[in-house]
């Protein structure tokens, strides 16, 4: 009985993978990068049912850093991470944003803030003129 658990388990995995594939318009080459017997392997794991490897998820997740590991690999919570949850500024998607820890800041917001910078600094070498 644990083992059809598992099983099942690992078929809803497998679908998951291939929606996202499909979604996204990702070969199963392109996750190989382009290595025969690796794409081979991917074949065979994902379309005729071979067991899935730790290397097949590394390789999906990396292909897709968009997609969240919890609902590829146990289908819980949202497909995808909001910006909040990429971190790294290669990540980041928005056009002219900035990240500070793992937050994302709008370009307008960073202008305001420079803005206010620029106006104490100001304020501060007029006090120091006199």
């Not at 679908?15 to 990702?26: C, D, S, Y």
């Not at 097949?56 to 949202?78: F, Y």
Request: with cysteine.
């Amino acid at each position: 009985m644990a083992e059809n658990q598992y099983e099942l388990e690992a078929e809803s995995v497998r679908m998951r993978i291939n929606a996202v594939l499909k979604e996204k318009g990702i070969t199963e080459n392109s996750v190989a990068a382009g290595d025969s017997a690796t794409q081979s392997r991917l074949n065979s794991q994902l379309s005729h049912g071979k067991r899935i490897t730790l290397d097949t998820l590394l390789r999906i997740l990396a292909t897709c850093p968009d997609v969240s590991g919890d609902w590829l690999l146990r289908g819980i919570g949202e497909k995808y991470k909001t910006p909040q949850t990429i971190i790294g500024a290669s990540n980041v998607t928005g056009k002219n944003a900035t990240v500070i820890g793992q937050q994302t800041l709008s370009e307008t917001f960073v202008r305001d803030l420079l803005a206010e910078k620029d106006k104490q600094i100001q304020t501060l070498l007029q006090i120091m003129a006199k």
